[in-house]
């Protein structure tokens, strides 16, 4: 079993065939999906999907490129549905000092907030870090035993060790499979099994071969194919691992007694269009400014 573990499903630009691309995505072995929010909408949107699909899973919270516009009713409606028992984590989160599409000190307000909000309610957080790793680990030293996974990690291993001695989980997307990316390959080689994970984040950042192509969880695949080159470990090794990790960090059931969620049927609901700052980046793979 694949966990993709952090996908942005209910983008418009799945609206069209959202249930071929969950049929793809199991048919590779990607068994679960991590739906993870951005913004009020975008999480409600993700909430009303994951409950009418098994083995996905939803999280909630505000984007820092969305954190300009989150005032405090942003704020209640991210926590109540944090609070709900089937959110898995809160975020996603952080600071991205690349587009600064929110001031910093507004995007710093908003991550602390979060990490606050997860350790108040005991679930993890998920992670953005885009040119910000001194001002992230500032935050995160302010909340410490905080569980987490740094998200989409794309930079080296030098940037490693604050990270895994916070005790964080290191996802790898299809960003380490671009060929000029040797520092982000050097980094998924030195993270320990305990502490691997993998996503997509689809649309987005479709990995090497498909790249210009829209992102879809099937293509995690290739993610694992090449975390299983540099690390000179097999590819079904490192699928039991990172799912078992995936499992661990956001108390998912073990893979042996998954069952439906409250609500699940057998086709893919219509998830409610959501457009917005990370929306309106370029789906169809890398991300503008992202490592090539």
Known sequence: MITDSHAHLYWKSFDDDRPAVLARARAAGVARMIVVGTDVASSRAAFELCAGEPELFPTAGIHPH?????????????????????????????????????????????????????????????????????????CLAQFPGVRGVMHCYTMGPE?????????????FSGVVTYPKNDANRAA?????????????????????????????????????????????????????????????????PSAGHAGLQPGSASSAPSAPRVLGRKKEEDGAGLEPGAPG
Not at 66 to 78: H, L, V, W
Not at 161 to 171: D, Q, R, V
Request: charged content about 30%; hydrophobic content about 40%.
């Open 159 to 171: 940037e490693l060790a604050p990270y895994l001695a916070a005790g964080l989980f290191i996802s």
């Open 66 to 138: 969305d954190a300009r516009a989150a005032g405090a009713g942003e704020r209640a409606a991210i926590e109540e549905l944090c609070r709900r028992p089937e959110c898995v984590a809160v975020g996603e989160t952080g600071l991205d000092w690349f587009k600064e599409f929110s001031p910093r000190n507004e995007q710093l307000d908003g991550f602390l907030w979060q990490l606050d909000l997860a350790q108040r309610l005991d679930k993890p957080v998920v992670i953005h870090c885009r040119d910000a790793h001194a001002d992230t680990v500032r």
């Open 188 to 252: 998924a080689a030195r993270v320990p099994s305990e502490r691997l994970m993998v996503e997509t984040d689809c649309p987005y950042l479709a990995p090497q071969g498909m790249r210009g192509k829209r992102n879809e969880p099937a293509f995690v695949v290739v993610v694992l194919q090449e975390l299983a080159r540099v690390r000179g470990e097999s590819t079904e090794e490192l699928e039991r691992v990172t799912s078992a990790n995936a499992a661990d960090l956001f108390g998912l």
